[in-house]
C-alpha cells in the first residue's frame, strides 16, 4: 500500500489510549484496564504526559469513564465468548488493542476492527513496525464512512457470517453522528442474527450531568469544535431506548455512569471515580 494512502487515527482516539495508559501509569492499582500498547502505536513522543489534555488532576474523571466503558466492554466479550459467540466487530475501532492484550479470549472469535481506511493502514503499519502479528483471526476491515460505503457490506466481504451471532461494539461514536445516522446504523444492527448484542455508548445532555462536571463536559466541546469533530448528538436514557427499541432490537438496556462506577471502583481508596456524562446502551437482537 503507497504511503500516501495511510493516515493517522483521529485526536480522539490518540487522547484515549493516552488515558488508558494515563490511568497506569499514575494511579495506585488495582487498575482497572491496563493498556499501555495505545501508547506504544501513538508514539506521541517522550513529552505527551506534559500536553494539556493529560493533566492528571484535571482528566481524572474522565480517564476514569474511559477505562470504565473499556473494561465493561472487555468483560462483555469474554462473556459471550463463554457462551459461543464467536463474531467480534468494533465499529471506530481506533486505537483499540484488545486482540493484542487478550489473545485468550479474541483467539476463540473472529475479531472485526472497523475504521476509516487511512487509520487501518496507519494501524497494520504500526503492528506490524512494533512486532504485532496479524493473525488470521483478526481482520481490519477499511470503511470510507465519509463516501457512504457499507459497513455491512464491508464486513461480509471480510468473512462476517450474518447468520451467526455476533457482538458489535461502539463506543466514543454516537456524539459525532446525527440521531438520523444512529438511527440507521442501530436497524441494520438490529437486522444481525438472533443473539447478537450491541454496546454503545451515547453522551447525556448538560442538564444531566453532576455539577462538577458540566464545565469538563463544555471543555470537551470546545475543542472537539475547534478540531473540527464538533459533538452533534446528545440523549437521554430513555430516549436512546425508544430508538434502540424502534430499530427492532428484542431487548434493551440502560448502563448508567454511575453503574459501571460501582462495579469497577467502589472499593478504591484513592477516590478514582469516572466522571459522569457518558452512558451505555446495550441491546440484543
Known amino acids: 500500500m503507497a504511503d500516501e494512502q495511510i493516515g493517522e487515527p483521529d485526536n480522539t482516539a490518540v487522547r484515549t489510549a493516552l488515558w ?40 481524572r474523571g474522565f480517564r476514569a469513564a474511559i477505562v470504565a466503558r473499556a473494561r465493561f466492554v472487555e468483560d462483555l466479550i469474554a462473556e459471550q465468548a463463554d457462551h459461543g459467540v464467536t463474531q467480534y466487530v468494533i465499529l471506530g475501532a481506533g486505537l483499540d488493542t484488545f486482540a493484542q492484550r487478550r489473545p485468550e479470549v479474541t483467539s476463540r472469535l473472529r475479531v472485526f476492527e472497523v475504521d476509516q481506511p487511512g487509520t487501518q493502514a496507519w494501524k497494520r503499519r504500526r503492528l506490524t513496525e512494533l512486532g504485532y502479528d496479524i493473525p488470521d483471526w483478526l481482520h481490519l476491515v477499511p470503511v470510507d464512512f465519509e463516501a457512504s460505503e457499507d459497513w455491512l457490506e464491508k464486513l461480509a466481504a471480510a468473512g462476517f457470517d450474518s447468520g451467526r451471532p455476533a457482538v458489535i461494539v461502539s463506543t466514543g461514536v454516537t456524539m459525532y453522528l446525527t440521531k438520523d445516522a444512529t438511527a440507521t446504523t442501530l436497524r441494520q444492527i438490529a437486522g444481525l442474527a438472533p443473539g447478537s448484542t450491541l454496546a454503545m455508548t451515547f453522551l447525556l445532555p ?36 425508544a430508538v434502540a427499541r424502534d430499530a427492532g432490537f428484542a431487548d434493551v438496556r440502560h448502563v448508567s455512569g454511575e453503574a459501571l462506577a460501582e462495579r469497577y471502583f467502589a472499593d478504591r481508596t484513592d477516590g478514582l471515580r469516572p466522571s459522569s456524562g457518558e452512558d451505555v446502551l446495550l441491546a440484543t437482537t
Open 20 to 59: 488508558r495508559a494515563l490511568h497506569v501509569q499514575l494511579d495506585p492499582p488495582p487498575h482497572v484496564l491496563k493498556d499501555e500498547i495505545g501508547l506504544q502505536l501513538a508514539a506521541p513522543g517522550d513529552d505527551w504526559r506534559h500536553r494539556p489534555d493529560m493533566d492528571p488532576h484535571a482528566t
Open 206 to 241: 448538560t442538564e444531566l450531568l453532576d455539577d462538577a462536571d458540566r464545565p469538563g463536559l463544555r471543555r470537551s466541546e470546545e475543542g472537539a469544535q475547534a478540531s473540527g469533530t464538533p459533538f452533534i448528538s446528545f440523549y437521554t436514557p430513555p430516549e436512546m431506548l
